[in-house]
């Protein structure tokens, strides 16, 4: 809409211009076309008038003299006529000539025709208007006797103006008007149209919606175009015939490397494209207003980051809370909006909680009781009646809305997602037994000890083992599961199988150490500029970066105090390396989050007004959400990454930063209290508590040889690339619908 009215102006005030321009050389001309032509019509009556009144005048027969001039006044745009005698004084006017153009004032012309012998002519204002007067002299023998002024109208000369400038000034109005109406209609039927044609023919080439034989038609402007796009679908199509007879028959083969491909062809082959349902609290893209237009976000969530390659490569539908502020406005009338925004692949459905519901459900049980319950940070799990029971009531709210959508779903296979779901695996099995339903934990799960102090523990117990498979991200993790359910609730357990069957049902406990996508081989080719460095003007010699939610369990005090004795004990580094700390702000409605959020800030000023000086600071903390796009380059430039957390399910940012080095270069300092550490021995394992082994460690990765962070690098990637996301997903699924 902006670049069609801006096309529309632009073409309205180029017309203008020209016709304004054209328009005034025409008055132009013609003003001096119409004063010439009255000024000579003017001079031939003057020489009439002049023979026929000079017998009377010359007789000084002032009554013959005053009707000769009565009877020329009846002529079209004659104002008048008066004779001056020689001295100036008037000696006859014609009737109707008004008085104030004979008066003293006005006899300049009269005068100067006189006292130079010859006719003068001037435009004049007065009162009746513009007045052209023009004046001759009457002779007598050679003699200068007196003057004959003739007075006509020139007002006629300005309307004709007028008129032009009207007349032109309204045709420009009709042809700025079919101008536009002409742009618009171009643009709709010539360009606009065909163009969204050949980008839904070019989106339907790239999903190998209708194969090679794509039908595209445009108009025969674009029919170059038409014919690239053409050639080019064919070989998209050809090379997603290839990759996926490729993927197919490297599906039996397992120790090739997981990919979305087989990922696809393993649905298809072994679920036999069997619906599959995810629940999650987080949405993958969170509908903003910012700045008067709605954006689609991506939240900064491992469990984001590790379910939507999933979703993309296998479709099917994820049920997830709408939290964004323009969430209502994007989605149908079933709450469901087709997603990734530019190339939909699943159908998101959002859920909507009320205030109470988010504070009672979300803040409360799910961040101030489960999360630091889970979680060995010392930070005291604060368990209320009220959370609990909106926990329950939001947990049936979606078990309704997924049940809805399951209705006529043989068999479904239903992942969820997380600790805010404990109570959902045995709703869902209890209204739908043939449900498979999996339920993966993100989080750690602790051992039975610090477990029994849950008020609500049974139930919760009882609420995950109506899943079929509960995963978790270690096999400590399963261990500490077994060991609680052992504990708490009547059940056998086969140590053996790792299963648990409680009430007739049997769930298998199982670990899947959560990955990433694995950045593609050819992203790693070039380094790509990071704008975000650009953008704060940061050119550091040595980067460090840490990417890490706001939150307390990522052990962000205790990194910075490892910086503060880095720093202290290798001061040649001040001014030369600096760490750049993004931390996006999380769970704000939760106060612990909001004091931490302070305490970082203060904690990073307090460092920096020790080191800093006038050209650089140690810490750089940005609080802000970044995009995968926008983090990669920044893994690229660190030398170093540094993985912190006091306690920590997984941690994808160490297998981000891993997977972006396809330099094979780069140090990856990684807390002993992460799923991660199990995954990636090479890099420096650390305990984060220890402030001068986490600065012990900064030193030995920045004097770290090329050779040996080649090797370290190399081995980390080979277990990320080994077990990805893909391989995650497949393996689960497998687990869930007991194909092994
Ligand atoms: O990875 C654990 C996790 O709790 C995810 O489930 C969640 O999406 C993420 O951390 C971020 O937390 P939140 O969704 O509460 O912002």
Redesign the pocket.
Known sequence: MKQLLAIISTVVIITSLVVIGYTFRQVQDQRTSLADDLQLRTALLADSFKESIRPSYLTNSTATLQSLLDKFENREQLLGLAVYDSKGVLFATSAELPNDLTNNNNIDTAEKAMAGDDAQGDFAKFTEGNVYVFATPLHQDENVIGALVVYQHADYIDAAIRHTWNNNLLKLLIQALLFSIAVVLILRWIIYRPIIRLAEAIRQARTGKYGHKSPIQSHAFFKPITAEIAKMSQSLFLARTAASEEARMRLEKLDSPWTAERLKEFFKAYLKDRKIFVV???EPYIHKKIKNEIQAVV??????TALEPVMEACGGLWLAHGSGDADRLTVDKNDKIQVPPDDPKYTLKRLWLTDKEVKGYYVGFA?EALWPLCHLSHTRPIFRKEDWLEYRKVNGKFAQSLLSEIKDVQRPIILI??YHFALLPEMIKNSRPDAEVGLFW??PWPNAEIFSICPFRKEILEGILGADVIGFHTQQFCNNFLETVGKEIESVADLEKFAVTHKGHVSNIKPFPISVAFAAEDDNDIPPKSSVLETLGLNPKILGVGID?LDYTKGLLERFKGLEFFFDSYPAYKGQFTFLQIAPP??EGVEKYRQFNAEVTKEAERINQKFENNSWKPIVLLKENYTHEEIYPLYRAANVCLVTSLSD?MNLVAKEFVSARGDESGVLILSQFTGAARDLKDAIVINPYSAEETAEAIYRALVMPAAEQHRRMKKMREAVKNYNIYRWAAEFLKAITSLV
């Open positions: 999650s609290n987080r939240p900064p969530s491992g469990m984001v961040n997602q997380d993100h989080i939610r999380s769970r399910g």
